[in-house]
Every structure is written in C-alpha cells, then in structure tokens.
C-alpha cells in the first residue's frame, strides 16, 4: 500500500516533473559556463606554478558553491519558460483549463516548490557561502603568491631561490647537466656579503620532495667578499678559492605552497552570515556615534564658545541659559590695535581658523570612512534576503510568460531568458553600487531590482491568467495583426490624399501638413 499525501493531486506530480527536467539541465549548464568563465578569468595566475591536481579541484569545489546565486537566477527563468513553453504549445494548459484547472493552480505546486527553494537558498546564502568564499579566497591568494616550480632556463638569470641568483650557459639533454654556471649568493645576515662562484660544468639534482636542490659544480673558483658591514671603503678585500669540485644543496622550501591566515581575511563583509552582519553593523553604530562625541568635543575646545558642540540631551538646558551668541558688534575696536599687535592677532585667528578646519574635516573624513564600511555590511544584508525573494519573483515572470509565447524547446526560452537575466543583473548590480555609494538608501539599493521586477512579474502572471491565447489566440500574433491593420490604413490615407491633390489645388493647411510629413 503506496502513502500518499492527500493535497498532492496526479496534475501536481505531472507539472513538478516536467518542471525538475528543465531545472536540473539548466543549473548544471549554467554552472558549468559560469565556472568556465571563472577558470579564464585566472589562468594566468595559476598555469606554471606547479600547483597540484587535488589543490586544483579544491578550488574548484569552493568555487562551484560561490557561482550558485548567479547560476540559480537564469535556471529559475530557462526552466519556467521551457516548462510552461512546452505545456502551452503542446495545449496541454488548454486541457487542464477544460477540466478547470485554472493557471494559477497549474502555478501552485511549482510555487510552492519556489518558495522551499527560496528558504534552501537563504540557507546557502546564509552558512555555506560564506564559509565556501573564505576557502576559495585564502586558495587564490596562495596561488597568486606562490612562486613558479623550479626550472632554470638557459643564458637566464633565475631569481625565485631566496638568497640566489642561478644562470647557466647551455643545459644537456639529461636536464641535469649544466654548463658555464654563474652563481651569486647574497647573504642574509647583517653582513649582506655577496659570494659569487662560476665552474665550467656541473651536476642538479633535486631531491625526492623537490624541497632540497643538490648542485654539484667541477673547475671552478668562488668569490668570497671579506667586508665587515660597519666599515666603507672603495676597495673591499675578498677571498678566492678555486676548486675541482664542490657540492652545496639548496633549500627551495620559499618556492612551497604557503597557506595563509584565514583570521586576516575573515572579517570582511562578503564572508559574514546574517548574525555577525548584525553584529558589525552594531559595532560601526558605536564607532560613528563615538566620532561624532569627539567630534564635539574636540570642535568645542578649539572654538572656545561653550555649548555650541554639546549633545542633543544637553542643548536645552544650555540654550535656556544664554539666549544668543554673536559675533563681535563693534568690529572698530580691532582697528584701535597697534599695528603690529593687530597683524599678529589677525595672523594667530586665520591659523587657529585653518587648525580647526583641518581637525574638522580629518573628523568629517573619519566618519564618512565608517558610515561607507557600515554600507557595505548593511548592502550584503539586505543581498541575503532580496536574491533569496528573487527565487519566487523569477518564478512569477518566467512561468505565466512561457504560458503566453507558446514556445517550448530551448531555442526561444533561452533568448527570453538571456534577456530578462541581463536586465535583472543590470537592475541589481546598479542598486548595490548606489547603496553602497550612499546615493540611495542601502535597503533601497539592494531591493531595486525586486521592486521594480514584482509588478511585471504581477501583470504578466494576471494576464497570463485571462488571455485569449489558451484558446489559440496568441498575443504576439495578435500584435501582428493590430500592426498590419494600422499600416494598412495609413497607406489608405495617403493613396486618397494624392488623389485630391491631383484632382485640385487645396490651400487646407492639414493638406500642407501631410505633403511635409511625406516629404
């Protein structure tokens, strides 16, 4: 005996399935080009560094999970328009709508499926992106630093040893045997002596975990500065020491992946969950409110006018004590001054002016710093929330519009598609600029493209739920026709206006007004 649920109807199995086809499809297409996108964006930074296969599919991995809030959009609209497409063109909607089934209800389970999704996916935003963006970030900043592997070329100078200088004239086939070697060797203690060794041949070698490099050179002779690091002069002593042979290894550990501290990076606002988004912004409300405090403070003491700077909880009982300050009434007493006293008192408040005004505007320039941080944390909020609400608002447009174009297939769902993801990213991205920028209000920056995306979405699924074309009539069809039918008329005017112009001279204005316009 089979469970079944008693508000999942056979229609509802039929719409999701036909739905998930299209979705899965789409989302792994779309995962797949955004990553390829990725991986051209930084082969430069990661081909000839020697990075190991496992290191690369890491990267990969953390990637994928920070590519699926742009994946999630475009899939979310292919799919609906595919789905929707297909069930209208084949009248299939016209089946169900005889049977009454309504669109609305046709739309209910996949809406409903929307809005679990649209929760799955504030989870995602909330806890693994956050956490797949830290990895993926500390990852590319240890490739971008990591030095190239270890591969000497010929008749150049290798730099990528900690301390060396390595040139070689010509290596044999074997890739071990070098010829005509030039070493300089810069010491790294207090000294900074340079040592400097050239041999006719020699022997490389790495060892088994390519962290030691075995030079054995032959026929040589080696250059040994003797200068202590205290004393200057022109001419410098140094030691020379030929040799048949010479052994020295190298430690090539500088040229090893290095990790780096996740603690330095983990404070940006792109790799915060929604609790510690609260918790920043908290923590810039203090910090604003502390530089406006000494803001007035610093400002009052400069200016000498008490109370003029006090805080707003202080200002009434100041302002019922000293009804009004002014300026200095009689501006002649200054002019009384001894000339030279008059230039040094004029001098001092010009200075003590430019002093105060620079403390201000330092001051201005500290809190206008904080208030764009706390922007930042206030807009990647707000993302959260909005590309989440976006799963159910792409789902109102992309559905009901598949249901009016009668286009199923992949070829007209994905030009609609490309279109509407083009302007909901455009819509988006210029929000988050303008709230980030303090233009608009960050909560109005980050819900722009919502907002002006929701009444479409509203008018297109109402008119999908009344048109004509669940009968055969198709919208776009119909603007054919209406457009055909305009020009027709159009050319009947203008046939019966050349007509009475040949038949009779005519001084009517709105004759001259129809002869310009063809003209």
Same mark, same amino acid.
């Given at each position: 005996?089979?469970? *079944?649920?008693?508000?999942? *109807?056979?229609?509802?199995?039929?719409?999701?399935?036909?739905?998930?086809?299209?979705?899965?499809?789409?989302?792994?297409?779309?995962? =797949?080009?955004?990553?390829?996108?990725?991986?051209?964006?930084? &082969?430069?930074?990661?081909?000839?560094?020697?990075?190991?296969?496992?290191?690369?599919?890491?990267? &990969?991995?953390?990637?994928?999970?920070?590519?699926?809030?742009?994946?999630?959009?475009?899939?979310?609209?292919?799919?609906?328009?595919?789905?929707?497409?297909?069930?209208?063109?084949? =009248?299939?909607?016209?089946?169900?709508?005889?049977?009454?089934?309504?669109?609305?209800?046709?739309?209910?389970?996949?809406?409903?499926?929307?809005?679990?999704?649209?929760?799955?996916?504030?989870?995602?935003?909330?806890? &693994?992106?956050?956490?797949?963006?830290?990895?993926?970030?500390?990852?590319?900043?240890?490739?971008?630093?990591?030095?190239?592997?270890?591969?000497?070329?010929?008749?150049v100078f290798y730099h990528q040893i900690e301390g060396f200088a390595i040139r070689v004239g010509t290596k044999e086939k074997d890739n071990q045997t070098l010829r005509d070697v030039l070493i300089y060797e810069y010491k790294q203690d207090d000294s900074k002596r340079l040592n400097v060794m050239r041999a006719e041949?020699?022997?490389?070698?790495?060892?088994?975990?390519?962290?030691?490099?075995?030079?054995?050179?032959?026929?040589?002779?080696?250059?040994?500065?003797?200068?202590?690091?205290?004393?200057?002069?022109?001419?410098?002593?140094?030691?020379?020491?030929?040799?048949?042979?010479?052994?020295?290894?190298?430690?090539?550990?500088?040229?090893?992946?290095?990790?780096? #501290?996740? #603690?330095? &990076?983990?404070?940006?606002y792109r790799l915060q969950n929604v609790s510690q988004l609260f918790l920043e912004i908290d923590t810039f409300h203090l910090k604003c409110k502390k530089l406006r405090d000494d803001n007035s403070k610093y400002l009052g003491r400069y200016l000498h006018v008490p109370g003029l700077f006090l805080l707003d909880s202080?200002?009434?009982?100041?302002?019922?004590?000293?009804?009004?300050?002014?300026?200095?009434?009689? *501006?002649?007493?200054?002019?009384? =001054?001894?000339?030279?006293?008059?230039?040094?008192?004029?001098?001092?408040?010009?200075?003590?002016?430019?002093?105060?005004?620079?403390?201000?505007?330092?001051?201005?320039?500290?809190?206008? =710093?904080?208030?764009?941080?706390?922007?930042?944390?206030?807009?990647?909020?707000?993302?959260?929330?909005?590309?989440?609400?976006?799963?159910?608002?792409?789902?109102?447009?992309?559905?009901?519009?598949?249901?009016?174009?009668?286009?199923?297939?992949?070829?007209?769902?994905?030009?609609?598609?490309?279109?509407?993801?083009?302007?909901?990213?455009?819509?988006?991205?210029?929000?988050?600029?303008?709230?980030?920028?303090?233009?608009?209000?960050?909560?109005?920056?980050?819900?722009?493209?919502?907002?002006?995306?929701?009444?479409?979405?509203?008018?297109?699924?109402?008119?999908?739920?009344?048109?004509?074309?669940?009968?055969?009539?198709?919208?776009?069809?119909?603007?054919?026709?209406?457009?055909?039918?305009?020009?027709?008329?159009?050319?009947?005017?203008?046939?019966?206006?050349?007509?009475?112009?040949?038949?009779?001279?005519?001084?009517?204005?709105?004759?001259?007004?129809?002869?310009?316009?063809?003209?």
């Amino acid at each position: 005996m089979r469970f *079944k649920l008693p508000f999942i *109807k056979k229609v509802d199995i039929l719409l999701i399935r036909s739905y998930i086809g299209p979705f899965a499809v789409t989302f792994f297409l779309s995962m =797949f080009l955004f990553l390829m996108q990725f991986l051209w964006k930084f &082969i430069d930074e990661l081909v000839g560094k020697g990075i190991s296969f496992d290191l690369l599919l890491k990267l &990969i991995f953390f990637s994928l999970a920070d590519l699926v809030p742009m994946a999630l959009p475009l899939t979310i609209m292919v799919a609906g328009l595919m789905t929707f497409g297909n069930l209208s063109e084949s =009248f299939e909607l016209v089946a169900m709508k005889s049977n009454g089934i309504s669109l609305l209800r046709a739309l209910r389970p996949i809406f409903l499926l929307m809005c679990c999704l649209a929760v799955l996916n504030f989870l995602f935003l909330n806890y &693994i992106i956050p956490k797949a963006k830290l990895e993926q970030a500390v990852m590319l900043i240890d490739m971008r630093q990591k030095k190239p592997t270890f591969n000497i070329s010929e008749g150049v100078f290798y730099h990528q040893i900690e301390g060396f200088a390595i040139r070689v004239g010509t290596k044999e086939k074997d890739n071990q045997t070098l010829r005509d070697v030039l070493i300089y060797e810069y010491k790294q203690d207090d000294s900074k002596r340079l040592n400097v060794m050239r041999a006719e041949w020699g022997k490389m070698l790495l060892s088994p975990d390519h962290r030691t490099l075995n030079l054995t050179l032959y026929n040589g002779v080696r250059y040994e500065e003797m200068t202590n690091s205290s004393e200057y002069s022109k001419t410098q002593p140094f030691n020379q020491m030929f040799f048949e042979k010479q052994s020295m290894a190298i430690d090539l550990s500088s040229l090893d992946f290095q990790f780096t #501290d996740r #603690d330095l &990076i983990a404070t940006d606002y792109r790799l915060q969950n929604v609790s510690q988004l609260f918790l920043e912004i908290d923590t810039f409300h203090l910090k604003c409110k502390k530089l406006r405090d000494d803001n007035s403070k610093y400002l009052g003491r400069y200016l000498h006018v008490p109370g003029l700077f006090l805080l707003d909880s202080q200002q009434g009982s100041f302002q019922r004590g000293h009804a009004e300050y002014k300026l200095l009434s009689n *501006k002649q007493i200054i002019k009384n =001054f001894p000339s030279q006293i008059r230039q040094s008192t004029i001098s001092a408040a010009i200075n003590h002016a430019r002093s105060v005004k620079s403390m201000a505007e330092g001051l201005t320039g500290s809190l206008q =710093f904080e208030e764009s941080e706390v922007n930042l944390y206030r807009s990647e909020l707000h993302k959260k929330f909005a590309f989440s609400f976006l799963v159910v608002l792409l789902f109102l447009i992309s559905a009901p519009l598949g249901a009016i174009i009668r286009k199923g297939g992949i070829g007209m769902p994905l030009v609609i598609s490309v279109l509407l993801f083009v302007v909901f990213y455009a819509l988006n991205l210029t929000g988050e600029k303008m709230g980030k920028a303090g233009i608009v209000s960050v909560w109005l920056g980050s819900w722009l493209s919502s907002m002006l995306l929701l009444p479409v979405g509203l008018i297109i699924t109402y008119r999908a739920s009344i048109d004509k074309s669940f009968h055969g009539s198709n919208p776009l069809s119909n603007l054919a026709a209406w457009l055909k039918k305009w020009i027709a008329m159009a050319k009947k005017l203008r046939i019966g206006s050349d007509n009475d112009s040949n038949d009779r001279p005519s001084n009517n204005p709105d004759s001259a007004i129809q002869s310009n316009l063809e003209t």
